[in-house]
Structures are given as structure tokens and as C-alpha cells.
């Protein structure tokens, strides 16, 4: 993700992801695991996002950013606890994170992504042995990158990539592609990544939320 997650005054015309308030919501709710969430602020994504930049953008992630993360935080370090996020070109760069480097991020969040351009995902994907990762793709409809996240998803799935366990796809009617929407169902993929299974019960919900009334 980058800076756009977090601060109006540096997201394009004012309109943020609001990372912050949605995993305030999420944690009251008891519906996720604590997650530390990281934006990146790329230079220029077009060359950043999108090969041969993208080869360079991933390594500065994995041996710089993502080592300074863990030694300065109090992270679970492993790929099976890490995630990369994005949507459109940086979500691009999220599958391509998991798919370059499943040692480091088992998990890529999609949203909205623009896998037809400029890049060999899709060929990758198609000709390369499976990673043990897991996939959330969605887009809007009916723009929003809607037909390229659609082939995607029908490229793992021949791949044994089975849709509720290693993929997870969604299509959202009417939403558009710009941080608005985004904002709007980001808290969507957080519960199918580092979600607390089918739910909380709810004599635990109802004890958390009497803990924090006293």
C-alpha cells in the first residue's frame, strides 16, 4: 500500500483508504488478528510497478524494508503471517511480491488490478510451478479492470488454486476505480487473510465489549 492508506493530504485529491479506521473497526469487532499495516510511498509507479521495475521495487521491499520492519516492530516475521496489499498498478505489484518471493509474503491482497498491463504475470502464472500463497482478487464492474482480474482468477484455478482457500475473488456492481471504493471494502480482505476463522463467539464479543465499558 502506499502513503494514500493513512494521510488525505498525500493521497490523490484527498481521498485515503482510512487503514487506520478500518482496523480500529475490525479490532473492536474481534473479527481479525492484530496486523501492523505499512504504506510505501512509491517514486513513480508506472515504472515501479511494472517490470523491469517492478524486479527492482521488489527487492528494496524484501531486503530493505520488510528487514527493517522486523527489526523495529514487534512483527511475526514469517511469509505465512505477511501480506502484500494494492490496488490497480500497486496491486500488480502485490501479486507479483507473493508470486517472486512466497518466502517472504504468502499472502497478496488485489484489488482492482491492472494484470494487462505491461507485465508477464498472467504468463507466469500460466507456465510456472504453483507458490504456496493465497490470492484476494476483486475489481468493480463493469470497468474497473473487471475482465483482466476475471482471467487472472481463471488462470490459478486450472493451477489448483481452489476459490474459498487459496483464492478468493469478488466482484463489486457499480463501484468504480478510485480510493473511495477502495476505502469502502478494504476491510474485506483483512478478514480473509488474517481473519479468526468463522467468527468470535458471541459470549466472547459480548465479554470484550463489558471489559471495555468498565
Not at 481479525?32 to 517514486?43: A, E, F, L, P, W
Amino acid at each position: 500500500m502506499t502513503c494514500v492508506c493513512f494521510f488525505s493530504g498525500e493521497a490523490f485529491r484527498g481521498r485515503e483508504w482510512g487503514a487506520d479506521e478500518t482496523m480500529d473497526l475490525l479490532n473492536r469487532l474481534a473479527v481479525i488478528d492484530k496486523v501492523i499495516v505499512v504504506g510505501i510511498y512509491t517514486k513513480n509507479r508506472m515504472t515501479d510497478d511494472t517490470a523491469p521495475g517492478s524486479n527492482r521495487y521488489g527487492k528494496a521491499v524484501v531486503n530493505h524494508i520488510k528487514t527493517r520492519i522486523d527489526r523495529d516492530f514487534r512483527t511475526l516475521p514469517g511469509a505465512e503471517h505477511t501480506a502484500a496489499m494494492g490496488s490497480s498498478l500497486d496491486g500488480l505489484e502485490s501479486f507479483f511480491l507473493a508470486w517472486e518471493y512466497p518466502g517472504g509474503f504468502s499472502k497478496a491482497i488485489c484489488m482492482s488490478s491492472t494484470f494487462s498491463f505491461e507485465n508477464d504475470l498472467m504468463n507466469r502464472v500460466a507456465g510456472e510451478p504453483k507458490r504456496p500463497i493465497q490470492i484476494y482478487l476483486d475489481s468493480g464492474y463493469p470497468r474497473d479492470n473487471f475482465e483482466s482480474t476475471q482471467r487472472m482468477r481463471d488462470l490459478l484455478l486450472p493451477r489448483g488454486y481452489r476459490c474459498g482457500q487459496a483464492v478468493h475473488y469478488l466482484s463489486f456492481p457499480g463501484d468504480g476505480h478510485h480510493e473511495t471504493d477502495w476505502r469502502e471494502r478494504a476491510g474485506i480482505p483483512f478478514q480473509f487473510m488474517f481473519g479468526k476463522g468463522p467468527g468470535a463467539r458471541m459470549t466472547d464479543l459480548a465479554a470484550r465489549a463489558s471489559s471495555q465499558d468498565r
